[in-house]
């Protein structure tokens, strides 16, 4: 049985790339891989105890220094000398230099690392990817914005590059054309709602969805589901612009598709993204959606047949395409919603993910049959 470790910073703060590796931690165990995953720091806490209970093992390093922490590094050494992983797959950018670095004293037979946002790299990260190039097998991207972007800053020779997108899991209940619209939507003098998921930071720029949403008629309401620093802003600004009493702020949320179904419409105002999990889950909850034109985001819907796009930072435009969605009838909202389910059956489903996932680490274990690294 051939042995994955999905690296990643931590699992106690959960935000796209996160959500990712818990899902494919447990899928690919129920296929018939040993799977670790291996924080660089935190308890893991209920994630790690759901991991368990599917059969994933869990580790944290303990780092309290980034992942130049050395008590970290002795943790993970007298790890792999006891437990032997074929494959480290890395996800996030500390994550990848550790695993990187980490291989020169405990080889592996293949090093692969994720990247997650479209957002063009610093300094400091241009340097330390640069640095450590020569240590990874294979760097995979999971749209082809990311991919341009990281090839754009000249962190990797474009075609050492692969795409792999993000899944999602796709229910088997279908959404028929053929139901009763207002069983899905809400009838006459009922409030539209609206659903927002993701860390509450700047990159999701939730100050230009909030004063879209205060301009919004018919007074709709909006629930927004994350964690994170801006927390206390965003309640503030809700309050100046008066619609405090609308707006629900619910914190993390570890069921999001529960929390879907419940909503009409999914909105998303981000900066930029690498590719949304939120709005493919949207999209597989049967949702219509109105998101902001950021790098990443357009490759995750169909622009005016599973949502629709507008500019960044541009509220007036958000606004516009929010209350274009309310006011649609209830059966195009119902189709839109229906051509999202079927484009992430199709291209984004957790399922045919799995399989690209297996596919490349297949091949790369072919490419290398001992535990030395590639020259």
Known sequence: MNHVALVIPTIDQIGGAERQVLLLAPALAARGWRV????????GGASARELAQAGVGFLSLGMRKAWIDPRGWLRYLEWARNNRPDIVHAHLPHAAWFARWVRLLAPVRVTIDTIHTSRAAGLGKRLGYRLSGWLTDCITCVSQAVAGSFADSRLANPSRLRVLPNGVEVKHEEISTNDTPESHYPSAGEYFRWVAVGRLAPVKNYPDMLRAFAQLPRLPRLTIAGAGPDEYTLRQLAIQLGVAERVLFVGFQHDIPALLRQADGFV????????????LEASSAGLPVVATDGPGTREALIPGKTGLLVPVRNVAALSHAMAEVMAMPAATRLRMGSEGREMVKQSFSLEAVLDQWELLYLELLREHLNLSRRA
Not at 36 to 43: D, H, M, R, Y
Not at 268 to 279: A, C, F, R
């Open 36 to 43: 670790t995953v291996i924080a660089l720091s935190g308890s």
């Open 268 to 279: 998303l105002s981000s900066l930029w993204e690498g590719l949304p999990i939120g709005v």
